[in-house]
């Protein structure tokens, strides 16, 4: 009989007011890219831990998932994993090579936040 893999949880980071502006940004975008954030995402859950390309590590705990959407666009969810459950704390559409400053100072202060 096949082993089932470990599901980890998946926490979405929560305002103080309640808002979840990851879940909401991957909610405002079509359904096709929906699921395809939603599928690489399982995969970060059911088979941590992921290397490249799917996941890359960031720094200071952070990581990326790598999601291409629809029209080639690049989508980037930043999480973290703690005490046995991942943190999704960012969400973007790539622009840039280069990962945004603004994106990983965000993700890094929900992180602190989720972590405390």
Not at 8 to 18: C, D
Not at 49 to 57: N, T, V
Not at 72 to 79: C, E, K, S, T
Not at 89 to 111: C, H, N, W, Y
Request: proline content about 6%.
């Amino acid at each position: 009989m096949a082993k089932r893999p470990r599901k980890i949880p998946v926490l979405f980071y929560r305002s103080a007011a309640g808002a979840e502006p990851v879940r909401d940004w991957i909610k405002s975008l079509p359904e096709k890219d929906q699921h395809a954030i939603g599928l690489d995402l399982m995969r970060v859950q059911f088979g941590w831990p992921i290397g490249m390309p799917l996941c890359r590590a960031l720094d200071n705990g952070l990581w990326e998932v790598r999601t291409t959407l629809s029209d080639d666009r690049q989508a980037r969810v930043l999480f973290f994993f703690h005490e046995g459950r991942i943190g999704v704390v960012a969400g973007f559409i790539k622009k840039s090579q280069k990962t945004p400053q603004s994106e990983l100072d965000l993700a890094r202060e929900r992180m602190k936040e989720m972590k405390s």
